[in-house]
C-alpha cells in the first residue's frame, strides 16, 4: 500500500507564490518519477510538471514555464511544487501523482498512484 498527501494549497492574490509538497508513504519503492496534475471545474485534468526518480529531469508545461519548479527530497520522500506569478485562472485543484518509472510522463494514464488534491485558489 503507498498513499500520497498533498498540502500546502490555500488562498492566494494574483501575482503571489504557493509552495505545494506531496508526501509518500507505505511503500515508497512503487514511485519512481512523480508528477503534478490540476483540473478546474469542467475541464479535463492537464499535466503541470514531473520529476524523474533522481530528481535529475523535470518537465514542466509551456503554460507555467519560468514561473513554477518542481523538486523532491528522496529522503523525505517527498515531492514539492513551488508557483510563482500565480494567475486567477490557474485556480484549481491540484493533484500529486506517482508512477513506478524512472521518468515522469505529461499523460495521467501513466500514473498508477494518486493524492486526493489541495485547492489553490487565486484571486484577481
Known amino acids: 500500500q503507498v498513499t500520497l498527501v498533498e498540502s500546502g494549497g490555500g488562498l492566494v492574490q494574483a501575482g503571489g507564490s504557493l509552495r505545494l509538497s506531496c508526501k509518500v508513504s507505505?511503500?515508497?519503492?512503487?514511485?519512481?518519477?512523480m508528477a503534478w496534475f490540476r483540473q478546474s471545474p469542467g475541464k479535463e485534468r492537464e499535466f503541470v510538471s514531473g520529476i524523474s526518480d533522481n530528481g535529475g529531469y523535470t518537465d514542466v508545461a509551456e503554460s507555467v514555464k519560468g514561473r513554477f519548479f518542481v523538486c523532491r527530497n528522496n529522503a523525505k520522500n517527498e515531492a514539492y511544487l513551488e508557483m510563482d506569478i500565480l494567475k486567477p485562472e490557474e485556480t484549481s485543484v491540484y493533484y500529486c501523482?506517482?508512477?513506478?518509472?524512472?521518468?515522469?510522463?505529461?499523460?495521467?494514464?501513466?500514473?498508477?498512484?494518486w493524492g486526493q488534491g489541495t485547492q489553490v485558489t487565486v484571486t484577481s
Open positions: 501523482a506517482g508512477r513506478d518509472r524512472d521518468y515522469p510522463s505529461q499523460s495521467e494514464e501513466n500514473y498508477t498512484r
Open positions: 507505505g511503500r515508497t519503492d512503487y514511485v519512481a518519477a
